[in-house]
């Protein structure tokens, strides 16, 4: 079974300019999350999908972030513009239901801002 | 507020010994608890799942402990090996649903 793809693994950009993280979940898969893990804290989560359709977006900064899963397969996360604070890891998790089913992560997309 | 505590100092432990590590939460009422590993540069790997009904669960060298009332759960590791050595996380899910991560703990199991 195919895991959770990332891409990119790395991408170092400007503050103020703009970046896109994008994941594919594993098939069947019904739920998506995106996760920021800055060094030394546990994953904090952004944003949660269940098919294409919003569940949690409680923490995601709207003012910069955005996030969309067209057709409730792959997900796109944008930063813009990027702060100096943005770095972090950028993970993406999925699962099959969001009811107390374990979540598969991928390796994540590590940003870094200057 | 809401928090997951997770103790911050890594846990050094001699192979061969059980590791404990604890997550106490304050504020939460889960419906479920998940540990996961980390690894350096890799996202985490699911572990073990307890639901708010159930006290212990094990899978083959790892058992987990879930206390309602004391607000914690422990997670244990017998017959620890270097191989072990990672960050072990916690996460919590109250009736939404949404799991939210504690910071993870160390362990660091020396040969």
């Known amino acids: 079974e195919a895991g959770v793809a990332q891409s990119p693994r790395y991408k170092i950009i400007e503050k103020r300019q703009s970046v896109a993280f994008w994941c594919n979940p594993i098939s069947g898969h019904a739920t998506l999350y995106w996760y920021q893990q800055i060094l030394g804290q546990g994953p904090k989560l952004l944003i949660q999908?269940?098919?294409?359709?919003?569940?949690?977006d409680s923490q995601l900064p709207k003012d910069r972030f955005s996030a969309e899963r067209l057709k409730g397969v792959d997900s796109t996360l944008k930063i813009q513009p990027a702060k100096l604070e943005d770095s972090a890891v950028y993970l993406c998790?999925?699962?099959?239901?969001?009811?107390?089913?374990?979540?598969?992560f991928g390796q994540g997309t590590r940003l870094t801002v200057v | 507020s809401q928090k997951i505590e997770q103790n911050s100092e890594a846990l050094n432990i001699q192979e061969g010994k059980t590791a404990t590590l604890t997550c106490n939460y304050t504020?939460?009422?889960?419906?479920?608890l998940q540990w996961y590993r980390q690894d350096p540069g890799r996202g985490p790997v699911f572990l073990l799942l307890?639901?708010?009904?159930?006290k212990e669960k094990r899978k083959e060298r790892l058992k987990v402990t879930f206390d309602t009332t004391l607000k914690q759960s422990l997670f244990h590791i017998t017959a620890s090996q270097p191989a072990d050595s990672a960050t072990y996380l916690c996460?919590?899910?109250?009736?939404?649903?949404?799991?939210?991560f504690g910071r993870g703990t160390s362990l660091i199991v020396h040969p």
């Open positions: 996460a919590l899910a109250p009736g939404s649903y949404i799991p939210t």
């Open positions: 307890i639901r708010e009904n159930e």
């Open positions: 999908f269940q098919n294409n359709g919003v569940v949690d």
């Open positions: 504020n939460y009422s889960p419906a479920y």
């Open positions: 998790a999925s699962s099959l239901s969001h009811q107390g089913t374990e979540a598969f």
